[in-house]
């Protein structure tokens, strides 16, 4: 029996995972217990929940590994550095002093950070690295349910990688092609994302979530297009690219891309956040969306000529764009896809703990070709009736408790489907950055308000910002036109044409927001303006109390879904306790919060009016 702890950490999304042979275990990012969005420090608590979870002690594991190697990046920083010289001194002093300090000396920093989660014996510790892209490749090959398989992972950096071309057989993977640094699809996207106003490593889904706003008939999206692609970046037959660094500042600059070329390039200055999102700025979104698409289906299409399988495995940051996820779908270059829910650095963990598993102590795999590894992406902590009372007890909390869950099905339904908004926190919290029904906020996806209240009373974000169904699994391609599962909320597809509206004639002229609030759909809280939605479909198997509430919304409503968004507000990571969730109840407009077996309606509650009596500042992302 091998007991392997993964870890990532130091650049952002630190995580830890833990396997027991092939079984995951236990998996959760650092920042759900820090509440520290995005955190990179050394993840002593994710750490210390999947050790208590498996029952294991430091000294009991057979390995401990670090998703990369940090050598292979600081001889990348020197040679790029180098390279580019004497330009970038200013990011290189920077920088420098960071990784003299902090990286360079990583087993160092491993060793200290494991002895803040309990005392071991340094001489048993067995501390192992893995390759960055081979610990995407290997998270999500051996995550899936496919004896052999294509493998594609595409992120920012890694080492030098950015992108690679791999093919996993039985317990081994060989990476076949790599793309390497500065040329980067997830560099490109996230200049966009710089440019556009938003936060690189943390915005993308942002940028994502706007090109649907983006007008595909108009004359400036197909220019942009055309810019980017004479441009910024040049496309190879094989999905490979040239970043032309005229335009960029990321390789030895603190900034992303060099503002005057990029201004006087598409026309209009670089946003920030205070300047209002207009339609030349959708459609920029749209355009790099459109660009990024036919990256990833030139890199699909290799990946088929070099491997032949009928499967295809996806991971890293890019494989996080469901919009992109949906398209190759639909393509069918590949029979399956499989997509590592945890797909970006916080994955990574898993997949390193994974790879040494199966490569390193040779270790064969067992594979059904139905059932993924990843229960359902149920790998964080459950908190028992006992720890909720304590909740209560602190927060002097008013509660309903429930000794039938049916019943509880059955009030809350009713409630949602009044147009009430519920906090659901039940069992195990998701790993990964989607809320899968186990810390979510729930909506009616009917009600043609529920967009706009959830993102400006609820989750205080961005109005533009769209919402995602959950819908029963055998009831999916009755409203999407959609032949596959979504189980991870990871693929974008179109409504039918049996729940879409006529649309204006002048739609496309209209502005902006008149265009959000024109009602195109008979779902049209989750319908983007493309009449596309990011679909979740929800699995008796794997979420037995999440289909049996979704299955009492239908006998009400006649629809088999719910608007499905994260439980949390704009700046802070997932919900993780039963604290954390009251919390964010108390301090936002939800009316109802299910945790367990408890209800609590906000009127109910002492003092509910006084929201920023629970309101926690957190950074904005």
């Keep these: 029996m091998k007991k392997i702890l993964g870890i990532s950490a130091f650049y952002h999304d630190s995580a830890a995972a833990l396997i027991i042979n092939d079984k995951v275990i236990a998996a959760a990012q650092e920042e759900r217990f820090t509440r520290e969005k995005q955190s990179s420090k050394f993840p002593v608590e994710a750490i210390k929940y999947c050790l208590e979870e498996a029952g294991v002690e430091i000294d009991e594991l057979d390995a401990v590994v670090f998703y990369d190697k940090p050598l292979l990046k600081f001889e990348r920083l020197l040679e790029t550095y180098y390279a580019f010289s004497p330009k970038g001194l ?161 390789a030895t600059g603190l900034t992303m891309v060099k503002y005057k070329k990029w201004e006087d390039l598409f026309g209009f200055a670089r946003r920030v956040e205070k300047i209002d999102i207009e339609q030349h700025h959708c459609n920029l979104a749209l355009a790099i969306q459109i660009v990024t698409e036919e990256i990833v289906l030139k890199m699909a299409k290799e990946a088929k000529r070099l491997t032949n399988s009928d499967n295809l495995c996806l991971a890293g940051g890019v494989a996080l764009n469901c919009v992109s996820n949906g398209k190759l779908q639909k393509e069918s270059v590949f029979k399956n896809i499989y997509i590592q829910p945890a797909a970006g650095d916080a994955g990574a963990a898993l997949g390193a703990a994974q790879a040494i598993y199966h490569m390193y102590y040779n270790k064969e795999r067992v594979v059904d070709g139905i059932n993924d590894v990843m229960e359902g992406s149920y790998l964080g902590p459950s908190f028992s009736e006992k720890e ?34 519920v906090g659901w926190f039940q069992g195990r919290m998701e790993f990964g950055p989607r809320a899968l029904g186990n810390r979510s906020i729930l909506g009616d996806a009917r009600n043609p308000e529920m967009q706009k209240k959830l993102n400006l ?120 306790t039963p604290y954390d969730a009251y919390r964010c109840f108390m301090s936002t407009e939800m009316d109802y919060l299910v945790i367990n077996n408890f209800v609590y309606n906000k009127t109910d509650q002492n003092d ?14």
Aim: aromatic share 14%; net charge positive.
């Design 608 to 621: 509910w009016r006084n929201k920023d009596k629970w309101m926690v500042k957190f950074k904005m992302d």
């Design 457 to 576: 009373k609820i989750k205080y974000r961005e109005g533009f910002r769209p919402f995602a169904p959950s819908v029963l699994a055998e009831d999916s391609n009755k409203l999407f036109d959609l032949d596959v599962d979504s189980p991870y909320m990871l693929l974008v597809a179109p409504i039918n044409d049996s729940i879409k509206k006529k649309l204006p004639e002048n739609y496309y002229d209209l502005p902006l927001w008149d265009r959000l609030y024109t009602e195109r759909s008979v779902l049209q809280s989750i319908t983007h303006l493309d009449f596309s939605a990011r679909v979740q479909t929800v699995h008796k198997e794997t979420n037995l109390k999440y289909w049996e509430l979704i299955k009492a919304f239908k006998k009400i409503t006649g629809y088999g879904l719910v608007v499905n968004t994260s439980f949390n507000v704009r700046g802070e990571p997932i919900v993780c």
């Design 90 to 250: 200013l990011s290189f002093i920077k920088a420098i002093p960071v990784w003299l300090n902090e990286k360079l000396f990583i087993k160092n920093n491993i060793r200290d950070g494991l002895k803040e989660v309990g005392e071991y014996n340094i001489k048993k510790l067995n501390l192992l690295f893995s390759e960055h892209h081979l610990s995407h490749a290997a998270s999500t090959f051996y995550s899936s349910p496919y004896k052999d398989s294509a493998i594609i992972t595409i992120d920012g950096v890694g080492e030098w990688s950015t992108a690679s071309i791999g093919f996993g057989k039985e317990n081994n993977i060989k990476l076949l092609k790599e793309l390497h640094f500065p040329h980067s699809v997830g560099l490109l996207y996230s200049s966009f994302t710089y440019f556009l106003g938003f936060m690189v490593n943390s915005g993308e889904y942002k940028l994502m979530g706007l090109a649907p706003y983006g007008n595909p008939k108009s004359n400036q999206t197909h220019k942009f297009i055309q810019l980017i692609k004479d441009n910024l970046v040049d496309i190879k037959d094989d999905g490979s690219i040239w970043l032309n660094q005229k335009y960029y500042n990321y």
């Design 388 to 421: 909720v009372m304590s909740m209560n007890k602190k927060t002097k909390a008013i509660f309903k408790h429930y000794s039938e869950f049916k019943e509880i099905n059955i009030d809350i339904a009713k409630e949602i489907s009044d147009g009430k908004v």
